[in-house]
T-cell receptor
Framework: GEDVEQSLFLSVREGDSSVINCTYT??????LYWYKQEPGAGLQLLTY?????DMKQDQRLTVLLNKKDKHLSLRIADTQTGDSAIYFC?????????????FGTGTLLAVQP | DTEVTQTPKHLVMGMTNKKSLKCEQH?????MYWYKQKAKKPPELMFV???????INESVPSRFSPECPNSSLLNLHLHALQPEDSALYLC?????????FGTGNTIYFGEGSWLTVV
């Protein structure tokens, strides 16, 4: 199937690290992405990782990729209240002309002051 | 500039109305997309245009009719919609659609158009 799974909810305290997990389905996915969606807003691209990498760091964000287990995670260091949002992972699936982005179910991150 | 602009931001329409959602990007991207997102759900792909030709139609009802007048614009024409079509409609674009290195496959989204069908 095309289900990309995420846990529904994560609550952390301000200043702590957050880890959001994602399990995807297509082992041939070339790119994997993390998007952030704030209430009432569109999707903001946070970061992406190419499938031949196992880690990517971008300021407070660290993406880990385990291709064997088809597991992707996003770590946010020093989480702030402004990080409260829904986080979607997405895999680029298909290939060539049939490439399409398959989104995960989304994780609501709540940051407590 | 990684901006995808959608208008209108909010639209309320009756079931017998005809309206359109518009999307514009000036990044030189050659692939454009429409997604539909219901509350608390992930976006679902509706249509993909690649080089101004429809390349994917995810079995969307004919009351939704996409149009790509040129490489920068993508419209979604709406006619005889149902209340269950009320959702956030997201437009997106990317440089290409084949596997490439770098940001070639990165898909950028607009802020969305909130549609309410009454």
């Amino acid at each position: 199937g095309e289900d990309v799974e995420q846990s529904l909810f994560l609550s952390v305290r301000e200043g702590d690290s957050s880890v959001i997990n994602c399990t995807y389905t297509d082992s041939s996915s070339t790119y994997l992405y993390w998007y952030k969606q704030e209430p009432g807003a569109g999707l903001q691209l946070l970061t992406y990782i190419f499938s031949n990498m196992d880690m990517k760091q971008d300021q407070r964000l660290t993406v880990l990729l385990n291709k064997k287990d088809k597991h992707l995670s996003l770590r946010i260091a020093d989480t702030q209240t402004g990080d409260s949002a829904i986080y979607f992972c997405a895999e680029l699936s298909g290939g060539g002309a049939t490439n399409k982005l398959i989104f995960g179910t989304g994780t609501l991150l709540a940051v407590q002051p | 500039d990684t901006e995808v602009t959608q208008t209108p931001k909010h639209l309320v329409m009756g079931m017998t109305n005809k309206k359109s959602l518009k999307c514009e990007q000036h990044m030189g991207h050659r692939a454009m997309y429409w997604y539909k997102q219901k509350a608390k759900k992930p976006p679902e792909l509706m249509f993909v245009y690649s080089y101004e030709k429809l390349s994917i139609n995810e079995s969307v009802p004919s009351r939704f009719s996409p149009e790509c007048p040129n490489s920068s614009l993508l419209n979604l024409h709406l006619h005889a919609l149902q209340p269950e079509d009320s959702a956030l409609y997201l437009c997106a674009s990317s440089q290409g659609r084949g596997p490439t290195f770098g940001t070639g496959n990165t898909i950028y989204f607009g802020e969305g158009s909130w549609l309410t069908v009454v």
